[in-house]
C-alpha cells in the first residue's frame, strides 16, 4: 500500500507541476504568426495547442511572462554544434526541473508501477511542427520500425531499455497511450526520455515513411537514395530522421524550434515551431524568441566576439580564463556577465589506468596507498586560489552540495593537503629507494616518472597540471604531463598504453537517488580508470577483464543492486555505499569542484536565472532553465 501511495504521489506531482489551467479564450496569438493565421496558412493558436498544453507558471518560479520577439544570436565552433539546439531546447516525455525532478512535459502524465510498469499518455491534440497529429502511432513507428529494427540499430537497444538483456514487451493501449514493461525493475527507462541526448521514442511516421524499406516501393526508395547520395536505406532513413542533431530542415519536429537550413552551411536558423506544445500562464504560446541563429567560426575567437556583443547568450566554448576579459568588456553594456557552478564531481581529475599494461605500473596504482598518496599530496587551496581566484571548493571527485546524495565525508576523503602522510604511505608501500634527484625508484629500478597524459584543449589545464607536477615532486613522484589529440588519448588508454590520464570528474554530480551510479562503477568501456573492467560488465563477461580490486567489484554488484530496488529510500542507501567505497578507494583523483562557468547575455535579455548549475547531465546546459521562456526587454 505504501508502495502504491509513493507512486501516485509522484504521478500526481508531475501532473500537477506548472499547471495552472489556461483556458483557449484566453490563448494569446504569436505577433509573428498573425499574418500566417489570418491568411488561412496557420490554424488560430487555440486549435495549434493540445487541449492540455503544459503551462509554465513563470511567476511561481519567481522569473517574469515575457513576450514575443527577436532572435538570440550563438557562436559555435563546428557544423555538427548545432545538436546543442535540440539540447538547450529539452523538449522531452519528461523532464527535470531545476531543482531535478521529473515532471512530463510532451507527456500528458506518466504512471509507474513496481519500477517496472511504465503508461505514458501523450497530450490530446499535440501536433508536429508541420501540422500532423502526434499519436501513439509515431511511438509505435519509432519502436517497431526504428528502435527494434536490426538494420537501424545494429543490432542491439539502448542499455537503457534492457534489463537483464531483454527488451520491454510494448502494447499501444488507444491513441494516445502506450505501455512500456519489463519483467524487472528498470529505473534508467524514465531519466534516460529527460537525458540531453535522449532515447527518441517518438518518430514522425507520416513523414519517415517514405525512407523505409517496410513502407516504401522499392523502385522510389532506390530513386530517393541515389538523390540523397546515400549507400542504402539504412543511410538514407538516419540522415532523413536524424533528432539529435537536427539537419534535415524538412524532418518535423516537437522542439520549440526547428532548423530551415540545410547543411552545409556556415550560419544556422532555428525558427520558432508554431505547434509547440508550451504556454506561459497568461496563456502566451511559447517560445518567446522567434529566432536562434547559430553561426559557425574559429572557437579561438568566440571570447573576443562574445565580448564584442555578437552573441546574445553563450557559455560553449567560454573558459572561466575569459571571465576578465569579459566582465571589462561589460562595461560597454552590451552584455551581461553571470557565473553559474559547473556540474561535475571535480573540474579536473587525475584519472589513474587500472588496466594499463605496464605490470610495473599496474601493481603500483592498483594498490590505494599510491593512490591516497597521490591526492593527499596535491595542494587544492593552492589551486583554487592560483586557478579558480578562490571561487571553488576544494574536494574529492563526489557529488555536490546540491545533490541530495552530498556528505562532507565524501567531499574531504584524503583531499586535505598531507605531504607527510601521502610520503609515509609510499614508504609503507616500500618505495624507499630513491636515485639522486629524488625520485623514488619502481620494482623494476626504473624512477617513479609518472607519465600523464591530457588532450592539451586549454590554458586552465596546462596551469593546473604544472601546480600539480609541482606538488607531487615532494613526494619523490615526477609527474611528466603529455598532450595529445582527444580521440588520440582516449585510444591510448583503451589499448592500456596510458598509466595516467587528465579529465573532468563525475559528469552529473548533482544526482538524485532515482538516478544511475552508472559513472562510479565498471559499466562501460570508455571510463577512463577502467575500461577493460567496465567492457566486462557492458558484455556480462563476454569482453574485457573481471575486477581484481574486491572494492570494484562490490561497486558492480551495487550498481546490479541498485537497479532492482523498489523504492528512492533503497536507492539511496545503495548510492551512499557506493560513493563511501569510491572516494574512499580514490579511484579518480579530485581537485576542485563547484568552479564557475562564464554564461553570457546580451543585457536586455530576461529570464536567464542569476545562478544555475552549468552541466550536461542532467541539465542540458541552458535546458532545465527553459530557454523558450527567455524574452527581450524593450529599450
Known sequence: MRKLVA??????????????IVGA???IETISLKADVEAGRLPAIADRLPETPRVINLQ?????????????????????????????????????TDTFELVPDILES?????????????????????????TTKDIEYAWNDVIAEPELNGGSLPAQLLVNGQPPKFEVLDELTVRFTWDAANPDFLPALAAPRPIFLARPAHYMKAFHKRYQDPAKLEELIQAAKAKNWRGLHIRKGRQYRPENPELPTLDPWRNAVEPPSERFVFERNPYFHRVDENGRQLPYIDEIVMSMGSTGLIPAKTGAGESDLQARYIRFDNFTFLKEAE???????????????????????????????????????????????????????AVYLGLAQPSADTVLPQSPLFKPEYQEAWSSYDPDQANALLDEMGLTERNNE?????????????VVETAGESTEQTDLMELIADHVSQIGIKMLVRSTQREVMRKRVFSGQTVMSVWSGIDNAVVTPEMSPFEISPSAEDQLIWPRWGLYYLTNGE???????????????????????????????????????????????????????????????KNVPEEGVFSYSPGSYFGVYLMDTYWYAGD
Open 331 to 385: 562595461q560597454q553594456g552590451k552584455i551581461k556577465v553571470r557565473l553559474w557552478r559547473t556540474g561535475s564531481g571535480s573540474q579536473m581529475t587525475l584519472q589513474p589506468n587500472l588496466n594499463v599494461n605496464d605490470p610495473a605500473w599496474r601493481d603500483i596504482i592498483r594498490d590505494v596507498r599510491f593512490r591516497r598518496a597521490l591526492s593527499l599530496a596535491i595542494d587544492r587551496d593552492e589551486i583554487n586560489e
Open 110 to 134: 506518466f504512471d509507474v508501477q513496481e519500477s517496472r510498469i511504465f503508461t505514458l499518455r501523450l497530450r490530446k491534440g499535440h501536433k508536429w511542427s508541420d501540422g500532423h497529429p502526434f
Open 25 to 27: 479564450d484566453n490563448f
Open 543 to 605: 569482453k574485457g577483464e573481471k575486477p581484481t580490486i574486491p572494492e570494484v567489484q562490490k561497486l558492480a554488484e551495487l550498481a546490479n543492486t541498485w537497479r532492482s530496488a523498489s523504492t528512492s529510500e533503497e536507492r539511496a542507501a545503495i548510492w551512499h555505499q557506493m560513493l563511501s567505497i569510491y572516494t574512499n578507494q580514490v579511484f579518480s583523483i579530485g581537485t576542485v569542484n563547484g568552479t564557475r562557468q562564464p554564461v553570457v547575455m546580451s543585457s536586455k535579455l
Open 60 to 96: 511561481a518560479m519567481g522569473r517574469e511572462p515575457g513576450k514575443h520577439g527577436g532572435k538570440i544570436r550563438m557562436l559555435m565552433g563546428k557544423q555538427k554544434d548545432i545538436r546543442m539546439m535540440t539540447v538547450y531546447s529539452y523538449a522531452r516525455f519528461v523532464t527535470y
Open 438 to 450: 629524488g625520485i623514488r625508484l619502481l620494482s623494476n629500478g626504473e624512477p617513479a616518472n609518472l
Open 7 to 20: 507512486v501516485l504521489g509522484l504521478v500526481l506531482a508531475a501532473i500537477s507541476y506548472n499547471s495552472k
